[in-house]
T-cell receptor, first 114, second 115 residues
Framework: GENVEQHPSTLSVQEGDSAVIKCTYS??????FPWYKQELGKRPQLIID?????GEKKDQRIAVTLNKTAKHFSLHITETQPEDSAVYFC?????????????FGKGTMLLVSP | NAGVTQTPKFQVLKTGQSMTLQCAQD?????MYWYRQDPGMGLRLIYY???????DKGEVPNGYNVSRLNKREFSLRLESAAPSQTSVYFC??????????????FGPGTRLTVT
Protein backbone atom coordinates (compact mmCIF):
# COMPACT_ATOMS: atom_id res chain seq x y z
CA GLY A 1 0.00 0.00 0.00
CA GLU A 2 0.85 3.67 -0.04
CA ASN A 3 3.39 5.07 2.42
CA VAL A 4 3.73 8.80 3.09
CA GLU A 5 6.76 10.26 4.84
CA GLN A 6 6.61 13.82 6.19
CA HIS A 7 9.44 16.10 7.32
CA PRO A 8 10.25 17.83 9.53
CA SER A 9 8.26 16.64 12.53
CA THR A 10 8.59 20.06 14.17
CA LEU A 11 9.36 23.46 12.66
CA SER A 12 9.89 26.74 14.49
CA VAL A 13 9.97 30.04 12.59
CA GLN A 14 9.77 33.72 13.36
CA GLU A 15 6.69 35.66 12.33
CA GLY A 16 7.09 36.84 8.76
CA ASP A 17 9.44 34.02 7.75
CA SER A 18 8.52 31.31 5.26
CA ALA A 19 7.89 27.69 6.24
CA VAL A 20 8.27 24.61 4.06
CA ILE A 21 7.01 21.13 4.87
CA LYS A 22 7.92 18.21 2.63
CA CYS A 23 6.28 14.85 1.96
CA THR A 24 7.28 11.86 -0.12
CA TYR A 25 5.00 9.07 -1.27
CA SER A 26 5.70 5.55 -2.45
CA UNK A 27 2.90 4.67 -4.89
CA UNK A 28 3.56 6.27 -8.27
CA UNK A 29 -0.14 5.82 -9.10
CA UNK A 30 -1.18 8.29 -6.37
CA UNK A 31 -2.58 11.43 -7.95
CA UNK A 32 -4.39 13.44 -5.27
CA PHE A 33 -2.48 15.24 -2.50
CA PRO A 34 -4.33 17.25 0.15
CA TRP A 35 -2.92 19.19 3.10
CA TYR A 36 -4.78 19.46 6.39
CA LYS A 37 -4.26 21.90 9.26
CA GLN A 38 -5.13 20.89 12.80
CA GLU A 39 -5.16 23.51 15.53
CA LEU A 40 -4.72 22.38 19.10
CA GLY A 41 -7.76 20.42 20.30
CA LYS A 42 -9.59 20.86 16.99
CA ARG A 43 -10.41 18.71 14.00
CA PRO A 44 -8.19 18.54 10.88
CA GLN A 45 -9.37 20.87 8.12
CA LEU A 46 -8.39 20.93 4.46
CA ILE A 47 -6.33 23.99 3.53
CA ILE A 48 -5.20 23.15 0.00
CA ASP A 49 -4.96 20.19 -2.33
CA UNK A 50 -3.30 19.40 -5.64
CA UNK A 51 -3.96 16.82 -8.31
CA UNK A 52 -1.24 15.30 -10.42
CA UNK A 53 -2.17 17.11 -13.59
CA UNK A 54 -0.64 20.34 -12.19
CA GLY A 55 2.76 21.09 -10.67
CA GLU A 56 1.84 23.98 -8.40
CA LYS A 57 -1.19 25.55 -6.79
CA LYS A 58 -1.43 28.76 -4.77
CA ASP A 59 -4.00 30.21 -2.43
CA GLN A 60 -2.94 33.53 -0.92
CA ARG A 61 0.01 32.79 1.42
CA ILE A 62 -0.15 29.05 0.89
CA ALA A 63 1.22 27.08 -2.05
CA VAL A 64 1.78 23.43 -2.80
CA THR A 65 4.24 22.02 -5.32
CA LEU A 66 4.32 18.53 -6.74
CA ASN A 67 7.20 16.63 -8.35
CA LYS A 68 5.76 13.42 -9.76
CA THR A 69 9.11 12.13 -10.98
CA ALA A 70 10.65 12.34 -7.53
CA LYS A 71 7.35 11.45 -5.82
CA HIS A 72 7.37 14.34 -3.44
CA PHE A 73 5.21 17.35 -2.72
CA SER A 74 5.67 20.33 -0.46
CA LEU A 75 3.63 22.93 1.40
CA HIS A 76 4.94 26.48 1.38
CA ILE A 77 3.62 29.14 3.75
CA THR A 78 4.89 32.68 3.23
CA GLU A 79 4.75 35.62 5.65
CA THR A 80 3.90 33.32 8.53
CA GLN A 81 1.67 34.58 11.32
CA PRO A 82 1.13 33.26 14.88
CA GLU A 83 -2.26 31.91 13.82
CA ASP A 84 -0.46 29.58 11.39
CA SER A 85 0.81 27.66 14.43
CA ALA A 86 -0.74 24.20 14.18
CA VAL A 87 -0.03 20.63 13.12
CA TYR A 88 -0.03 20.13 9.35
CA PHE A 89 -0.68 16.77 7.71
CA CYS A 90 -0.04 15.78 4.12
CA UNK A 91 -1.88 12.88 2.51
CA UNK A 92 -2.00 10.95 -0.73
CA UNK A 93 -4.54 8.85 -2.57
CA UNK A 94 -5.21 7.40 -5.97
CA UNK A 95 -8.19 8.56 -7.99
CA UNK A 96 -9.51 6.70 -10.96
CA UNK A 97 -10.60 3.10 -11.17
CA UNK A 98 -11.55 1.46 -7.92
CA UNK A 99 -11.77 3.03 -4.49
CA UNK A 100 -8.89 4.63 -2.65
CA UNK A 101 -8.52 5.98 0.87
CA UNK A 102 -6.24 8.79 2.05
CA UNK A 103 -2.87 7.82 3.55
CA PHE A 104 -1.61 10.50 5.93
CA GLY A 105 1.89 11.55 6.91
CA LYS A 106 2.69 11.72 10.62
CA GLY A 107 2.36 15.46 10.80
CA THR A 108 4.51 18.58 11.28
CA MET A 109 4.04 20.83 14.28
CA LEU A 110 4.63 24.41 13.10
CA LEU A 111 5.30 27.05 15.75
CA VAL A 112 5.36 30.68 14.66
CA SER A 113 6.88 33.00 17.24
CA PRO A 114 5.90 36.68 17.33
CA ASN B 1 -26.01 22.14 8.53
CA ALA B 2 -24.01 20.53 11.38
CA GLY B 3 -21.49 18.72 9.13
CA VAL B 4 -19.95 15.70 10.88
CA THR B 5 -20.92 15.16 14.51
CA GLN B 6 -19.55 12.69 17.05
CA THR B 7 -20.65 11.52 20.47
CA PRO B 8 -19.38 11.40 23.12
CA LYS B 9 -16.68 14.08 23.25
CA PHE B 10 -14.86 12.41 26.13
CA GLN B 11 -14.99 8.92 27.60
CA VAL B 12 -13.09 7.00 30.27
CA LEU B 13 -13.34 3.23 30.24
CA LYS B 14 -11.89 0.48 32.36
CA THR B 15 -10.01 -2.33 30.65
CA GLY B 16 -12.46 -4.90 29.33
CA GLN B 17 -15.45 -2.56 29.10
CA SER B 18 -17.23 -2.02 25.80
CA MET B 19 -18.58 1.09 24.17
CA THR B 20 -19.80 2.49 20.87
CA LEU B 21 -18.68 5.77 19.36
CA GLN B 22 -21.36 7.42 17.27
CA CYS B 23 -20.86 9.47 14.11
CA ALA B 24 -23.39 11.19 11.87
CA GLN B 25 -23.15 13.50 8.85
CA ASP B 26 -25.81 15.62 7.22
CA UNK B 27 -23.98 16.40 3.96
CA UNK B 28 -25.36 13.42 2.00
CA UNK B 29 -21.84 11.98 1.70
CA UNK B 30 -21.58 8.39 0.58
CA UNK B 31 -18.19 7.53 2.17
CA MET B 32 -17.43 7.56 5.90
CA TYR B 33 -14.26 6.80 7.89
CA TRP B 34 -12.95 6.17 11.39
CA TYR B 35 -9.40 7.26 12.29
CA ARG B 36 -7.39 7.20 15.46
CA GLN B 37 -4.81 9.86 16.27
CA ASP B 38 -1.91 9.16 18.59
CA PRO B 39 1.02 11.50 19.33
CA GLY B 40 3.63 11.29 16.58
CA MET B 41 1.61 8.74 14.60
CA GLY B 42 -0.60 10.92 12.45
CA LEU B 43 -4.07 9.80 11.46
CA ARG B 44 -4.42 6.07 11.02
CA LEU B 45 -7.45 4.56 9.33
CA ILE B 46 -9.34 1.99 11.40
CA TYR B 47 -12.33 1.16 9.17
CA TYR B 48 -14.16 2.80 6.34
CA UNK B 49 -17.42 2.54 4.48
CA UNK B 50 -17.16 3.44 0.82
CA UNK B 51 -20.94 3.48 0.48
CA UNK B 52 -24.03 2.54 2.44
CA UNK B 53 -24.06 -1.21 3.02
CA UNK B 54 -20.30 -1.76 2.74
CA UNK B 55 -17.48 -1.66 5.30
CA ASP B 56 -13.77 -2.43 4.96
CA LYS B 57 -10.74 -2.66 7.20
CA GLY B 58 -8.17 0.06 7.23
CA GLU B 59 -4.63 0.09 8.58
CA VAL B 60 -5.38 -0.68 12.26
CA PRO B 61 -8.70 -2.59 12.56
CA ASN B 62 -7.86 -5.03 15.35
CA GLY B 63 -10.03 -4.63 18.43
CA TYR B 64 -12.73 -2.65 16.62
CA ASN B 65 -15.96 -3.27 14.75
CA VAL B 66 -18.11 -0.89 12.73
CA SER B 67 -21.68 -0.55 11.55
CA ARG B 68 -22.91 1.62 8.70
CA LEU B 69 -26.41 2.05 10.07
CA ASN B 70 -27.67 4.12 7.13
CA LYS B 71 -26.24 6.74 4.80
CA ARG B 72 -25.90 9.27 7.63
CA GLU B 73 -24.52 7.18 10.48
CA PHE B 74 -21.36 5.15 11.00
CA SER B 75 -20.55 3.74 14.45
CA LEU B 76 -17.34 2.31 15.90
CA ARG B 77 -17.50 -0.33 18.62
CA LEU B 78 -14.84 -1.42 21.08
CA GLU B 79 -15.92 -4.82 22.40
CA SER B 80 -13.27 -5.17 25.12
CA ALA B 81 -11.30 -1.97 25.61
CA ALA B 82 -7.55 -2.12 26.18
CA PRO B 83 -5.15 0.63 27.34
CA SER B 84 -3.59 0.57 23.83
CA GLN B 85 -6.88 1.94 22.53
CA THR B 86 -6.43 5.18 24.47
CA SER B 87 -6.50 7.72 21.68
CA VAL B 88 -8.44 10.50 19.97
CA TYR B 89 -10.92 9.09 17.49
CA PHE B 90 -12.05 11.06 14.45
CA CYS B 91 -14.91 10.27 12.14
CA UNK B 92 -14.82 11.70 8.62
CA UNK B 93 -16.95 11.72 5.50
CA UNK B 94 -16.70 12.72 1.87
CA UNK B 95 -18.35 12.40 -1.49
CA UNK B 96 -16.76 9.74 -3.66
CA UNK B 97 -17.99 9.51 -7.25
CA UNK B 98 -16.59 7.59 -10.18
CA UNK B 99 -13.11 7.46 -8.69
CA UNK B 100 -12.86 11.23 -8.12
CA UNK B 101 -11.69 12.33 -4.68
CA UNK B 102 -13.41 15.26 -3.02
CA UNK B 103 -12.70 17.05 0.26
CA UNK B 104 -12.87 14.90 3.35
CA UNK B 105 -14.59 16.49 6.36
CA PHE B 106 -13.74 15.52 9.92
CA GLY B 107 -15.85 15.42 13.05
CA PRO B 108 -14.73 17.12 16.29
CA GLY B 109 -13.23 13.95 17.75
CA THR B 110 -13.75 11.71 20.78
CA ARG B 111 -11.02 11.57 23.40
CA LEU B 112 -11.01 8.06 24.87
CA THR B 113 -8.98 6.96 27.86
CA VAL B 114 -8.79 3.30 28.87
CA THR B 115 -7.44 2.64 32.38
Amino acid sequence: GENVEQHPSTLSVQEGDSAVIKCTYSDSASNYFPWYKQELGKRPQLIIDIRSNVGEKKDQRIAVTLNKTAKHFSLHITETQPEDSAVYFCAASKQGSGYSTLTFGKGTMLLVSP
Amino acid sequence: NAGVTQTPKFQVLKTGQSMTLQCAQDMNHNSMYWYRQDPGMGLRLIYYSASEGTTDKGEVPNGYNVSRLNKREFSLRLESAAPSQTSVYFCASRVSLAGVTYEQYFGPGTRLTVT
